[in-house]
């Protein structure tokens, strides 16, 4: 009887680490199949010109000869999302949300996290000539938590003021949306258009 007990308890131990480590691992996942974004409106865009700011994101290009003949926007995006990951630390008592101070200062909240990751998006952008077809804005995001709109009811966090950024062609006017806050916190290279 004793025994049996042991085993059991064993059993619900391995379980339980089992359960987080397959939680750990699927965080992006989970998040993604949560949490919705809609538009809210746009946020001012910047364009980098800050000598040191360029410098870093020249700095942080993988060393490649055939990134130029083989790079396409999800590329860019990925290394927009890497570079301000790098770059940044996120917290809310940040106030820069222009990108060269948020650079300064190593950190930025969710304005300062997607004004950072658009204006880097839109350097790499034009960078690799790619500025007519497509574009990175900043903007307020609405997010939804299994359908339920989370930023009416929210007093302040991550549903409040919570900015994201989308990618966009202009021509076929495809969007990809990125949050680089979420990407930090749970490996989420892109998030999910809240459809009505």
């Known amino acids: 009887m004793k025994k049996n007990k042991k085993n059991t308890v064993y059993t619900v131990i391995i379980s339980v680490v089992v359960v987080i480590i397959l939680l750990f691992f ?19 865009s910047y364009d980098i010109k800050d000598e040191k700011l360029a410098s870093y994101i020249h700095q942080s290009l993988p ?12 590329t860019i995006i990925d290394l927009s999302l890497d570079m301000t990951s790098a770059a940044l630390d996120y917290s809310s ?23 950072f990751t658009a204006a880097t998006g839109s350097y790499l952008i034009k ?3 790619m ?11 609405k ?8 930023q009416k009811d929210a007093v ?17 006017k495809e969007e990809i949306y990125v949050d680089p806050v979420a990407f930090d916190y749970f490996g989420t290279k892109r998030v999910d258009k809240r459809e009505k």
């Open 26 to 44: 699927l965080k992006g996942s989970i998040y993604r199949m949560a949490v919705k974004y809609e538009d809210a409106g746009g946020r001012k």
């Open 63 to 74: 060393n490649d000869e055939s990134l130029d003949a083989n790079i396409d926007i999800e």
């Open 93 to 115: 008592v940040y106030n820069d949300s222009e990108p060269p101070e948020a650079f300064e200062n190593r950190g930025a909240n969710y304005v300062g996290y997607a004004a």
């Open 127 to 129: 960078r690799f000539g």
């Open 131 to 141: 500025d007519k077809e497509w574009e990175a804005r900043s903007k307020k995001g």
């Open 143 to 150: 997010l939804y938590l299994f359908g339920k709109n989370m």
């Open 156 to 172: 302040d966090g991550w549903f409040k003021d919570h900015d994201f950024v989308i990618f966009r062609n202009k021509k076929t």
